[in-house]
């Protein structure tokens, strides 16, 4: 068996680490790990010393290369001692992009814009982003005020791979000027 960064579906660091693991009457001899089936062809051997019939290791170091992609793969070759061998994969998604195109959703107001003191809109309610790859895990909105002065709303959107982007919306609160009386 294999497992990269203990079965995640996403992750935004090329540098994983994967779990493998089989079973054997004559013991594991040696493991290979590559990118792809083809790949193990040439792939270093890891020795298992002394043969292990019950072969396990946690955290090896692997590092996905190219660009980012909704699968990766990450294959393993197991044999013994006499020469058989089996092979087994598992994937994960590469997702290094923050999520672009933030937008916010609800109220009434407009960047850069200025409201008097009690004509201050509503503020956003939501935002939506673009989410490349991994796709949407969250986007919150926080921020904002009706006192006088400048003031901000923010956005932070987050995608399933633990990449996080902002945007802002500010704008200006103005006191009330009485004059004419």
């Known amino acids: 068996g294999v497992?990269?960064?203990?079965?995640?579906?996403?992750?935004?660091?090329?540098?994983?680490?994967?779990?493998?693991?089989a079973d054997d009457d004559t013991g594991v001899a040696f493991y290979r790990l590559a990118e792809s089936q083809l790949g193990l062809g040439s792939a270093a051997d890891v020795d298992v010393n002394p043969d292990d019939p019950t072969f396990s290791a946690a955290d090896v170091a692997f590092s996905l290369t190219g660009l980012?992609?909704?699968?990766?793969?990450?294959?393993?070759?197991?044999?013994?001692?006499?020469?058989?061998?089996?092979?087994?994969?598992?994937?994960?998604?590469?997702?290094?992009?923050?999520?672009?195109?933030?937008?916010?959703?609800?109220?009434?107001?407009?960047?850069?814009?200025?409201?008097?003191?009690?004509?201050?809109?509503?503020?956003?309610?939501?935002?939506?982003?673009?989410?490349?790859?991994?796709?949407?895990?969250?986007?919150?909105v926080s921020g904002g005020g009706a006192t006088v002065g400048a003031h901000s709303f923010l956005a932070t959107a987050t995608d399933q791979a633990d990449n996080v982007g902002y945007a802002s919306l500010n704008y200006t609160v103005l006191a009330w000027t009485l004059s004419g009386f």
Do not use: H, M
Not at 9 to 14: E, L
Not at 107 to 125: K, L, Q
């Open 68 to 140: 980012d992609a909704a699968s990766k793969a990450v294959w393993l070759r197991v044999c013994d001692a006499a020469g058989n061998c089996t092979d087994a994969f598992d994937t994960i998604g590469l997702d290094q992009s923050a999520p672009t195109d933030i937008v916010f959703a609800g109220g009434g107001i407009v960047e850069g814009d200025s409201y008097y003191f009690v004509f201050v809109p509503a503020g956003p309610s939501s935002c939506s982003a673009n989410y490349d790859i991994s796709g949407y895990a969250g986007c919150v």
């Open 3 to 21: 497992s990269i960064n203990a079965g995640a579906q996403f992750t935004n660091d090329p540098n994983v680490t994967v779990d493998v693991s």
